[in-house]
């Protein structure tokens, strides 16, 4: 029924104005008026009709204007122009700014019927179509704030599991370092590999738990690149020297010094050095290569972490750097961990706003690259 819809009459003339909405009005149309564009915005802002009637000419603010404003398109209303003495130009300019159609003046009710009728077909199809995508938008919404509620409680249980295993390893350490005694040398050693993995297992953890956080700052300081890669490596020297593989760092960095977030690059360095000395076959060697790019647009940091291990199937790749996978289902069982080594480096390194690169060919190793932006003015030799 008609009492359902509103119609808007923007028109200077007092006489087309208070004619054409009596004429709305005897056919149980909701009427409101306005004498110009700006009034009609007033308005719009109180109480958004169904359909515009415009006058092209008016003062202040025309139609034309008018409808390039309220953006017909992008709203459960429609325009219907009512033209004058203005030219076929205006009217054309009138369909290109989203106008439904035009009327020429004086209105006959049978012609402006029509135009309505088919007007508001269009605007129950808007509104329709309108109710469906903020029912998605809410659903969207509200799965995000679930998947939200979900990160929170896994970060918050991560945190939880590994402050409460750090406190019983660290007791356990210290008990270890009085059984000092010959006879007691290789229990302890035993003992000691033991705590060692769990302490992996628990900095594992903590760092899934920070790195959980979608708000987390990065922190730049400038560090010596070298440096920072030689002190990461020597955390490494044991469980090198256990499995009998070398490490090795070639330097080709022409500048030194580069700023960068050290908490974050120490998460995506020690992921993937651990990686490559434990999938690194007996009397291999694990190869850290420096380098930057200076010369091609903005100065990038390459940091390649290369084995010559058992490398990585073409099918294993597609899911590598997901959390607790491994590249390999009998890798898990042959080498243990929680899989979680590839997602901390990757999401360490998307926080840094840096890439991570995967090369790698079966039975003959992989090569984990990160390619780190540095701001130019902090970057010296």
């Known amino acids: 029924m008609n009492t359902e819809y509103k119609i808007l009459v923007v028109d200077d003339s007092d006489e087309n104005r208070e004619m054409v909405s ?37 003062p202040q603010m025309g139609g034309l204007e008018l409808l390039d404003k309220i953006s017909v398109k992008d709203n459960a209303y429609e325009a219907i122009m009512m033209t004058g003495n203005e030219s076929l130009n205006d009217a054309k300019k009138a369909m ?28 129950g199809v808007k509104k329709e179509r309108m109710r469906h995508l903020k029912a998605l938008e809410d659903e969207i919404r509200k799965s995000n704030k679930d998947l939200q509620a979900a990160n929170q409680l896994r970060a918050s249980f991560l945190s939880i599991v590994a402050h409460e295993l750090r406190t019983p390893i660290t007791t356990l350490m210290n008990y270890l370092a009085v059984l000092t005694g010959p006879e007691n040398v290789e229990a302890v050693n035993d003992m000691k590999t033991t705590c060692d993995r769990l302490k992996d297992l628990v900095a594992s953890l903590i760092s899934l738990a920070d790195l959980s956080s979608t708000s987390i700052a990065v922190r730049q300081e400038n560090t010596h690149i070298p440096s920072f890669v030689e002190m990461l490596a020597r955390k490494f020297a044991g ?52 380098k930057d790019l200076p010369d091609n647009g903005p100065l990038s940091l390459l940091i390649s972490v290369s084995d010559r291990g058992c490398g990585i199937s073409e099918r294993a790749r597609t899911h590598l750097f997901e959390s607790f996978t491994q590249g390999e289902e009998h890798l898990t069982r042959h080498f243990g961990g929680l899989g979680t080594g590839l997602f901390l480096a990757k999401r360490a390194a998307e926080i840094m706003g840096a890439s991570i690169e995967v090369t790698s060919d079966k039975g003959k190793g992989s090569k984990f690259t990160l390619n780190i932006p540095v701001p130019e003015a902090a970057c010296q030799k």
């Open 22 to 58: 009596e004429l709305l009005l005897a056919h149980r149309f909701k009427v409101d008026k306005a004498c110009n564009g700006k009034e009609a915005l007033i308005k719009l802002a109180a109480t958004v009709p169904d359909i515009f009637l415009l006058d092209v000419a008016m």
């Open 96 to 123: 290109e700014l989203g106008a439904f159609s035009y009327v020429s003046k004086p209105l006959q009710w049978e012609e402006i019927n029509d135009h309505l009728q088919r007007a508001l077909s269009l605007v």
């Open 239 to 290: 469980k090198a020297a256990e499995n009998k593989v070398a490490v090795i760092i070639d330097n080709l960095l022409s500048e030194s010094m580069a700023a960068i977030d050290p908490r974050l690059l120490n998460i995506a360095l020690m992921s993937l050095i651990d990686n490559a000395i434990k999938f690194s076959k007996e009397g291999g060697a694990v190869h850290i290569n420096l």
